[in-house]
């Protein structure tokens, strides 16, 4: 563990905040699994995104600004052959990107928004028009969107709360009947959906459909920052409205950006580790659900729902008695699994989640 993290467990009724980015590690003798970290494919501790970040810190330093131009067309040639957007900015975080990309919209638009979408796509949008949808609702969201002139919708891939994969389809087929402004959400499905991670614009073959998007370069690729991408008419009007803000990432980011896209493009031990990344999830949802708690999740990130706040707080607080480390927002609990877990760390969080849900009295003994 890296030195910072030493006292982390000296607090025993409390819950560490700061833990290391590994699927497991050992403490004090101790295995922890770590299912908080969305790094499902283990790419931030991939040798050649670590090789790529020291070569260019030794040869240019942290603040080298000398190959950025370079770097940054690189970057959007990649970009263009594997998601095939004209054009692209980087930004340091999702606030960031979203306030460029929603900045172009006057005050009179309406922004349709899922329930279940990014919480910083909401907090950017707080003082915007906005009109929330239920993603099993379509034809509350015709309605809503046939009253509206200038609208723009916001589609997700997947529901980092939920754990599932919107459906894209019907909800392109409304946006465009109502001649929708479409706004895909890629931050939870690029580098995890789609051929080799390409995203779910790719999964749905949306590319001449969707007019803008946006996603993460941290997440599942082991990067950093996110990225708007768009054609270039589009990448220019909000250049126009944040250039005097623009924060650019190091040079030494966008380089094993760069790299993260290479390996999606060339690697071809990326499909079997997909394959086995998602046989996993199968098996996990499926004793999940034999066991008895309640989830909607199809996908290797796995929600499992509670009756309220307080249930899912003391299940999330003995699962980490147990060495096991899981994500909580309200009355739901989220499990990111990682091909580092192996079927024995997922049967053993299997059977940890059972123990204690007979001792909560949420699932009968």
Not at 128 to 142: A, G, K, V
Not at 255 to 261: D, E, R, T
Not at 305 to 327: H, M, P, R, Y
Not at 332 to 354: A, G
């Amino acid at each position: 563990m890296k030195p910072y993290q030493v006292h982390l467990f000296t607090d025993k009724d409390k819950i560490p905040i700061f833990l290391p980015c590994e699927p497991f590690f050992v403490y004090e003798n101790k295995r922890f699994l770590n299912f908080r970290i969305c790094d499902c494919l283990y790419l931030k501790n991939h040798e050649y995104l670590k090789e790529v970040a020291k070569l260019d810190i030794e040869s240019g330093g942290i603040t080298s600004t000398d190959r950025r131009v370079k770097i940054m067309e690189d970057l959007e040639r990649a970009m263009l052959e594997i998601k095939k957007v004209n054009a692209l900015l980087m930004f340091p975080d999702e606030i960031s990107a979203h306030h460029a990309m929603f900045s172009i919209f006057d005050s009179k638009t309406t922004f349709f928004v899922d329930y279940a979408t990014s919480p910083s796509i909401i907090a950017v949008l707080q003082y915007r028009n906005i009109e929330y949808y239920n993603y099993h609702d379509l034809e509350q969201l015709d309605r809503l969107l046939s009253a509206k002139s200038e609208k723009v919708i916001v589609i997700d891939g997947v529901y980092e709360w939920i754990g599932n994969i919107s459906p894209v389809n019907d909800l392109i087929k409304v946006a465009k009947d109502n001649e929708c402004f479409i706004v895909a959400n890629e931050v939870n499905s690029f580098g995890f959906l789609g051929r080799n991670g390409r995203g779910f614009i790719d999964l749905f073959n949306l590319y001449d459909v969707v007019n803008i998007e946006v996603g993460s370069f941290s997440k599942f690729l082991g990067g950093f920052g996110c990225y708007v991408g768009a054609k270039k008419y589009l990448i220019n009007k909000i250049k126009e409205n944040i250039i005097d803000i623009l924060n650019p990432l190091p040079q030494f980011m966008l380089s094993v950006n760069l790299a993260g896209l290479y390996i999606i493009r060339t690697e071809k031990e990326r499909k079997k580790i997909f394959q086995k990344l998602w046989k996993n999830s199968r098996y996990f949802i499926s004793r999940l659900k034999q066991i008895g708690l309640s989830t909607r999740s199809e996908t290797p990130i796995v929600v499992i729902s509670f009756n309220n706040d307080e249930e899912a707080g003391q299940f999330t607080k003995k699962l980490f008695f147990e060495q096991i480390i899981v994500a909580q927002n309200k009355e739901r609990i989220r499990l990111c699994l990682s091909i580092e877990h192996s079927k024995e760390d997922l049967d053993y969080c299997l059977d940890k989640l059972e123990s204690i849900g007979k001792e909560l009295g949420i699932l009968k003994s």
